[in-house]
Structure formats: structure tokens, C-alpha cells
């Protein structure tokens, strides 16, 4: 084991091999993202030529086995690539969502045949993913989804709206949660692989959103859209328990993405500070500014040691839910805290969009409402209270 920089403790987390990864990851993103993004932020949507190159230089689904086109690594592959894109505040690309959601999900609960056939493609990024949970009338109450899948023939015809959805304008291949049994409640749920080129399937132009303005977030709506029974993921009615053993996952990419954006911005900060003067002196002189990134190192080091043994513990196989939940709520509470002092401490520079930290603080917002809102981390935390 190797250590690597924090704000204070040396990382035991990763290896040589991640130190090379993490060299890979940073080129990638300095030449192949950085120089694009402003570009994709005015398109609201990424190049798909950037997912094939990010295939092409095997950044997506690391911890895939090699025989699925991955390189048998685990998620600790995926944090390097998670913080090196968070240190550049690249947030349109939505590689973390296939590679930590969605190719999870078909390697534990898919078929052969839907090994086979989608995860090498999702490995080289010829194919692009999303999960479809949210609806225009429920978010955070999954069981309470109103799409629903009806037997038709030998599969399923498919019917509902999602909305919100990641990389929801490019994706070709959509985890969609339905309903097969509307009166099972949480047992009536199932999961389906369904394509964009289905019949019935119509896209939406991405939403227009307060920051991720290079993410293709977008609605969709499904009518009588028609697919084979063995599109289904693992069996009918699983969908919920699916969905609640793989949200541990979401909530660390996630969380890790939250403690690299806060560390960036302090870094940002503290250069802008050290130039910037006030009164005759250095905006860093001043003992609120020094007070004040003290204080946002501590508890990004703190978040970070937490995050890490977390991350463990995910390898491990032992991360429970409600201690992601904690990761999940802490940090993102924190980085928002951190991005909003730090956009504070650049003044009236702070607010303007060609200032990295003016979008980062726009971009985290959201991080305390997807991957199951803050509250509901409370109520899953909450739920543990008395033993
Ligand atoms: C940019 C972006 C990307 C997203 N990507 C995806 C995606 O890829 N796939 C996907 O399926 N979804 C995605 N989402 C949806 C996201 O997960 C939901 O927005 C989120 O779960 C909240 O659901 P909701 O918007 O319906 O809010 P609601 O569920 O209506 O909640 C409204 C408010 O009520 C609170 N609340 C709800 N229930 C409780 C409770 N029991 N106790 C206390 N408070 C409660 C919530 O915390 C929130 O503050 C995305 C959202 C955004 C904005």
C-alpha cells in the first residue's frame, strides 16, 4: 500500500496500481475533457465521442470482469476517476452512473445473455446508460411509481413517464422500474432493459436545470413500449429489493464526488485569497478568511477519512445502508457548505460563471437531493436509533 496526499492523513486506501490509474484518469480529463466542457455546458449534453474514448482508454466499468470488457478492479478504480473529474468540476460526462449503477446492476441480477450483450458495450462506451426511477409524481416514494409493465404476448408492453433522469438524452439502454403487480406493493416492483429504438419510447431534449449544465438530464415517456420477457432484470417483483441492495454504491460515488468538489474549491479559494488584496493586505490575511478554511479543512479531512473507510468497507462487502446514508448526507452537506463560504470569499468574482467556483456551488446543489434526498438519509439513519 501506498499513501496518497489528504488534507492531512496519508490515504491507505489505494495502491500503486491506483497511483498509475489515478496519472490516466488526470490526462484523460486535461485532454479530453477540461478543453471541451464549456463547449457541452452551451449544448446541454456531452460529445458522445467522449464515452468511446473514455471506453477506449478503459476509464468505464473498471471493476467489470476482463471476459465483460472491464479490468477486474474494484470500486476503488472508480473513486480515482470520480475525484480526478471532480477536481476539474467536470460534472456533464455521467460515467459514474453507468459504470457504479447501472453495470452493477446487470452483472449481479442480469442474465447471460444480458451479460453478454450489454456490458462489453457499456465497457467501450458504444452503448450509454441510465436508471429510470423518478416520475413526475414521486421521487423519494419509490414503491409509489405509476409506470407499469403489463403482460403482452410472450414480454411486457411498458407504460409511464420518468423524469430527471442521467444521461437521459444519450443514453441508449435504460434500466426502467415499473410496476408488473400494482397491488404487491413493494414486491410488485420489477426492473426492465429497455432500448431508446423501441417502438413507443419517446425522448425529451434535456432539461433546462440550475448548474450540470453539460449533463443531459431529461424526461421520457413510455407508450405500450414492447419488450421481450427476458428484458426483465432478475425476477419479477425483485425490482424494489434490486434497487435497495445497489443504492449503497450510489450513495458512495456520490459522496466521493462531494469530498473531491470540496476539497477543489478550498484549493481554489486558498490561491484566490493569496492574490486578491483588501484593504492593503492579502484577502488570506484576514483572520475570518484564515478561520474560515481552517475550519472547511478539517472537515473535508475528516469527511475524507470517513469516505475512505467507507469505501473499504463497500469493497469488503460490508457497507451497510444506513452508514452510506451518513456519507451521503454529511458530505454533501459539507460540500455545499464549502463551495458557499468558499463562492463567498471570492467576493463578487464569485458569481460569475467564468469562475470555476460560481458553477461548482451551482453544480452541488443537487447533490443533496438525488440519490435519495438528505431527508430520507435522515429516515434511514433515523430507522437505526434504537438498535
Ligand atoms: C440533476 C438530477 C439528476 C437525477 N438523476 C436521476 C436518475 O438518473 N434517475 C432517477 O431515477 N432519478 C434521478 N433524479 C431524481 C432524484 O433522485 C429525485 O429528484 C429525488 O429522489 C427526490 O424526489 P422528488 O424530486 O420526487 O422529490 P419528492 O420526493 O417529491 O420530495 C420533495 C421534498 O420532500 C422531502 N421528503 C420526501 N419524502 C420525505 C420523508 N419521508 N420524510 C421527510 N421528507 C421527505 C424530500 O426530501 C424533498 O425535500 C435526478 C434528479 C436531479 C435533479
Not at 15 to 35: K, Y
Request: charged share 25%; proline share 3%; aromatic share 8%.
Amino acid at each position: 500500500m501506498i499513501a496518497t496526499r489528504s488534507a492531512e492523513l496519508p490515504r491507505t486506501l489505494f495502491s500503486e496500481e491506483h497511483a498509475l490509474l489515478r496519472e490516466t484518469a488526470r490526462r484523460f480529463c486535461e485532454r479530453e475533457i477540461a478543453p471541451y466542457h464549456a463547449q457541452w455546458e452551451a449544448q446541454g449534453q456531452v460529445s458522445r465521442e467522449v464515452w468511446r474514448k473514455a471506453g477506449a482508454a478503459g476509464l468505464l466499468c473498471m471493476a467489470l470482469p476482463e471476459e465483460y470488457g472491464g479490468s477486474d478492479l474494484d470500486f476503488r478504480a472508480s473513486v480515482v476517476l470520480i475525484e480526478e473529474l471532480a477536481k476539474i468540476n467536470a460534472s456533464g460526462p455521467g460515467f459514474s452512473l453507468q459504470s457504479d449503477i447501472v453495470a452493477p446492476y446487470i452483472l449481479h441480477y442480469g442474465s447471460d445473455e444480458q451479460k453478454r450483450t450489454w456490458l462489453p458495450k457499456l465497457a467501450s462506451g458504444e452503448v450509454i446508460s441510465a436508471i429510470a426511477m423518478t416520475e413526475p409524481g414521486t421521487g423519494s416514494d419509490l414503491q409509489a411509481v405509476a409506470t407499469r409493465a403489463e403482460r403482452d404476448g410472450d414480454g411486457y408492453a411498458i407504460t409511464g413517464a420518468k423524469t430527471f433522469i442521467t444521461n437521459g438524452v444519450l443514453a441508449d439502454l435504460i434500466i426502467v422500474v415499473a410496476k408488473t403487480d400494482a397491488s404487491a406493493g413493494s414486491r410488485g416492483i420489477s426492473l426492465f432493459l429497455v432500448e431508446r429504438h423501441m417502438p413507443g419510447f419517446h425522448g425529451a431534449p434535456a432539461l433546462k436545470k440550475l448548474g450540470l449544465h453539460a449533463q443531459d438530464t431529461a424526461e421520457f415517456t413510455m407508450d405500450r413500449v414492447k419488450v421481450p420477457a427476458s428484458a426483465m432484470l432478475g425476477a419479477p417483483g425483485m425490482g424494489f429489493k434490486m434497487l435497495m441492495s445497489e443504492l449503497a454504491q450510489e450513495r458512495m460515488s456520490i459522496s466521493v464526488s462531494a469530498v473531491a468538489s470540496a476539497e477543489a474549491g478550498l484549493a481554489a479559494t486558498i490561491a484566490y485569497v493569496r492574490d486578491r488584496e483588501a484593504f492593503g493586505k492579502r484577502v488570506l490575511d484576514f483572520q475570518n478568511t484564515r478561520f474560515t478554511l481552517a475550519r472547511l479543512k478539517a472537515q473535508i479531512a475528516m469527511a475524507r477519512a470517513f469516505v475512505d473507510r467507507c469505501v473499504e468497507a463497500l469493497v469488503e462487502g460490508k457497507l451497510d445502508a444506513a452508514t452510506a446514508a451518513m456519507a451521503k448526507l454529511e458530505t454533501t452537506e459539507l460540500q455545499f457548505r464549502a463551495l458557499d463560504a468558499c463562492l463567498q470569499l471570492h467576493g463578487g468574482y464569485g458569481y460569475m460563471q467564468e469562475y470555476p467556483i460560481a458553477k461548482a456551488w451551482a453544480d452541488a446543489r443537487v447533490q443533496r437531493i438525488y440519490g435519495g434526498s438528505n431527508e430520507i438519509m435522515l429516515e434511514i439513519i433515523g430507522r437505526t436509533l434504537e438498535g
